[in-house]
């Protein structure tokens, strides 16, 4: 009981999904003999921060196997819209060279005093 307990207040999301990540979080949850309220603070601290902008728009669910739920169900429909915009942004042709402008300064306007 006591080893899982650290391992749980370092364990964080990260790039993974959030489902890889309730996994680990359910495993040493349990482990740690803690009660729904601090698991559900903790599972929630230890979310990514897109993820948590997510789900602030949202009222948390109050269980911590609904939260579970919510955070997987966002983070997969996250990252389906990561991917559809990448294939799009693949499918792009790409864009045509920037206009290059003369680096010369127009004739009268040398010294900047003399704009009027």
Same mark, same amino acid.
């Given at each position: 009981?006591?080893?899982?307990?650290?391992?749980?207040?370092?364990?964080?999301?990260?790039?993974?999904?959030?489902?890889?990540?309730?996994?680990?979080?359910?495993?040493?949850?349990?482990?740690?003999?803690?009660?729904?309220?601090?698991?559900?603070?903790?599972?929630?601290?230890? @979310?990514? $921060? /897109?993820?948590?902008?997510?789900? =602030?728009?949202?009222?948390?669910? &109050?269980? %911590?196997?609904?939260?579970?739920?919510?955070?997987?169900?966002?983070?997969?429909? @996250?990252? $389906? /819209?990561?991917?559809?915009?990448? =294939?799009?942004?693949?499918?792009? &042709?790409? %864009?045509?060279?920037?206009?290059?402008?003369?680096?010369?300064?127009?004739?009268? @306007?040398?010294?900047?005093?003399?704009?009027?």
């Amino acid at each position: 009981m006591r080893a899982a307990a650290p391992r749980l207040l370092r364990l964080r999301q990260g790039p993974r999904s959030a489902a890889d990540y309730a996994v680990d979080f359910r495993t040493l949850g349990a482990e740690s003999g803690w009660n729904k309220e601090a698991l559900v603070a903790l599972f929630y601290q230890g @979310l990514n $921060e /897109r993820l948590k902008e997510e789900l =602030a728009a949202q009222d948390l669910p &109050p269980t %911590l196997e609904k939260l579970y739920y919510m955070a997987i169900a966002i983070d997969n429909r @996250l990252r $389906e /819209r990561i991917r559809s915009w990448g =294939a799009h942004f693949r499918a792009l &042709p790409p %864009l045509p060279p920037s206009p290059v402008f003369p680096q010369s300064t127009p004739q009268g @306007l040398d010294d900047p005093s003399q704009c009027s």
